[in-house]
């Protein structure tokens, strides 16, 4: 049978053919329109799946033959883990090769790039550049230059292997849960995705800091974003949601926690969050409600992280508690 679907995974799709002229037409639409491939062998399969983290996108794609492609700028940050076979890719004046284990950006998101690809597994993670410059600091509308990386693989093995395992991680864990149900998990998981790229791949993301950030790290300052805080706990916030709340930027803001709370504005949100996670606890019934879902509900995805967050706030651990509510 040359073509067989597979059903959707949440939030994503899935496919399998063996029908070379659909996986080429596949690769037209989603690489560009240059497309140059050899005929696969017999029987071989191409496979396709792709899932969401909010606006985050993860997608594995297998084909066992060598193919080549030119295509437009992505417009977005695509960082590519090579599973098995080989790939090499071209933007502007570089070229990067890459093997079994490699990871690698694969363009300067405002520029055109061409790949070669050659009987490979690859697993992509597509970032929109709005999320990484959020989280870079970078003002909304402003007269920036474009984001630009100036290496495309990363700074260490280290961070590599971080990179893969994160992946993995929200994959296997997070995109797991109802999306529909759990926003803060998944949009933590986007978040943390976005914040590996920017720790492992430098580029001129990250503004350089200036006086104002200094002067604007004051305790009216740290008023407002605690207020904020408190008000929308549930809501799909992180650093930059909070300095712009306070009028001021990111870097004034965790400046600003730092010198007057002795803490940072995420660790403040989770604070928050683990005090409303609690309460929740205490009033919950046990017959009915789990320590993972009311985990889950205030965005705390790893449940050793919160059980060990919960056990040092509160002197025991969150089953305790359910049990005893």
Same mark, same amino acid.
């Given at each position: ?101 490699? =990871?690698?950006? +694969? ?7 061409? $790949?070669? *690809?050659?009987? !490979?597994?690859?697993?992509? &993670? @597509? ?98 974003? =605690?207020?904020? +805080? ?7 916030? $992180?650093? *930059?949601?909070? !300095?712009?709340?306070?009028? &001021? @930027? ?76």
């Amino acid at each position: 049978m040359p073509h067989q679907s597979h059903p959707d995974p949440p939030g994503g799709e899935s496919f399998r053919t063996t029908d070379v002229d659909v996986a080429r037409d596949w690769l037209k639409a989603a690489y560009g329109t240059s497309l140059r491939m050899k005929t696969p062998g017999p029987h071989s399969s191409f496979r396709y799946t792709r899932t969401a983290a909010g606006p985050v996108s993860l997608s594995t794609l297998s084909l066992p033959t060598d193919y080549a492609y030119a295509t437009d700028p992505l417009g977005a940050v695509a960082i590519t883990h090579v599973v098995s076979g080989r790939m090499a890719r071209e933007c502007a004046d570089d070229v990067t090769e890459a093997g079994p284990g490699d =990871v690698l950006a +694969i363009s300067q998101p405002h520029l055109p790039y061409a $790949g070669r *690809v050659h009987a !490979a597994e690859l697993r992509a &993670v @597509t970032v929109p550049l709005a999320l990484l410059e959020r989280l870079a600091g970078r003002t909304p509308g402003g007269t920036v230059r474009p984001l630009r990386f100036t290496r495309f693989t990363p700074v260490s093995e280290a961070l590599a292997a971080q990179w893969k395992r994160t992946v993995s991680y929200v994959e296997e864990s997070v995109l797991a849960l109802p999306v529909e149900s759990e926003p803060l998990v998944i949009d933590a998981a986007a978040r943390m995705l976005a914040a590996t790229v920017l720790a492992a791949f430098p580029s001129n993301a990250r503004p350089e800091p200036v006086l104002a950030d200094t002067r604007d790290a004051t305790t009216e300052t740290v008023r407002r974003a =605690v207020a904020f +805080i408190e008000s929308e706990p549930d809501a799909e916030i $992180g650093l *930059v949601e909070m !300095a712009a709340a306070a009028g &001021v @930027t990111p870097r004034a803001l965790q400046y600003a926690f730092r010198r007057h709370l002795g803490t940072t504005p995420t660790a403040h949100l989770r604070r928050v969050r683990l005090a409303l996670a609690h309460a929740d606890l205490v009033a919950a019934d046990p017959l009915r409600d789990t320590v993972t879902a009311i985990a889950n509900r205030w965005g705390f995805h790893h449940q050793g992280r919160f059980s060990a967050a919960y056990r040092a706030a509160y002197g025991g651990p969150p089953r305790r508690t359910l049990a005893e509510s």
